[in-house]
């Protein structure tokens, strides 16, 4: 037979092949959806922890620069942080800083407050900062000595 009337070597799938390419995309879908949600809190360290580290270095920059002591200041209660003259930056929900500083650093002297001061020379009151995210954590470490700024790797 010739033309349109011959079934031999049609094109297409069967109802069994498209169903099993289904299940596998449905299975595939599923594990991205759950390694995507689990690396929220690891994505959420890294903004913050990226964002108080430019903060941080911006500060100590401007003690340099102005010849004038420079601080970061820490408001747990109202859950953000404040460079001199700078509006203030909120730490994200979900977010938790563990904060630890020199207590002669914040003038202000509260329980819910801290800060760490950059001195025209470079140096600095120091402090220790872990963000922590539900599994995911990160630390900043600000040295007295020579006021560097960096994140420590776990």
Excluded at 6 to 25: C, D, K, P, S
Excluded at 65 to 94: K, M, N, Y
């Amino acid at each position: 037979m010739t033309g349109a009337g011959r079934n031999e070597g049609q094109a297409g799938f069967t109802l069994v092949e498209m169903l099993v390419v289904l299940a596998i995309l449905a299975i595939v879908s599923g594990a991205s959806g759950l390694a995507i949600a689990r690396g929220g809190d690891a994505r959420l360290v890294a903004s913050t922890v990226d964002r108080l580290l430019a903060d941080l270095q911006r500060t100590r920059i401007d003690a340099m620069r102005s010849g004038r002591p420079r601080s970061l200041a820490f408001d747990t209660a109202a859950r953000h942080w404040r460079r001199d003259a700078a509006e203030p930056v909120s730490i994200p929900a979900g977010v938790a800083l563990d904060l630890t500083t020199a207590r002669e650093a914040d003038g202000r002297g509260g329980e819910t407050s801290a800060a760490i001061a950059f001195l025209p020379g470079g140096r600095s009151t120091g402090g220790r900062i872990e963000i922590v995210a539900g599994a995911a954590q990160g630390t900043i470490v600000v040295d007295w000595l020579t006021g560097a700024v960096r994140e420590v790797q776990p």
